[in-house]
């Protein structure tokens, strides 16, 4: 009976694509105060995290969503996680970020909300391209 509450589904803006060139001199990572976020962003593991963002660009495609609304629609799926906290630098993220569950916020082309669209063929699809699926009680129990 216990849910978890999700924090920075986009994994502090890398997943909405802004990284994928290097770190522009306007984004938070170019701040002083995020050099933590910057060496994440530039380090072996932040380019092999941009080579997965890639894997997962043609299923974002296929459901007509964006990137960051795919991975707040993933977020929502786990049945262990009850809400996801969403943080937006202006109003037009926030708007896209909502298009994963509500269908008249969706921005940039896309048709319909993509929750509903996150079958198990799809979440697997995403947790084999990610290999960081954790293990349940069921899981380890069947």
């Known amino acids: 009976g216990v849910g978890a509450m999700t924090w920075s589904p986009l994994a502090c803006g890398i997943i909405s694509g802004k990284y994928g060139n290097g770190v522009p001199e306007s984004s938070r990572a170019a701040l002083k105060c995020y050099q933590w976020l910057k060496e994440k962003i530039i380090s072996e593991e932040g380019r092999k995290q941009q080579v997965k963002l890639k894997d997962l660009s043609p299923i ?71 290999g960081n699926k954790p293990y349940s009680k069921k899981d380890y129990r069947s």
């Open 60 to 130: 974002a495609e296929r459901l007509g969503c964006t990137l960051p609304q795919l991975a707040v629609a993933w977020c929502l799926r786990n049945e262990g996680v009850s809400s996801v906290l969403l943080g937006s630098s202006n109003p037009e993220q926030l708007i896209e970020n909502l298009g994963a569950i509500q269908a008249s916020a969706c921005g940039g082309g896309t048709s319909a909300e993509v929750l509903p669209k996150m079958t198990s063929h799809i979440v697997n699809e995403i947790d084999n391209i990610l």
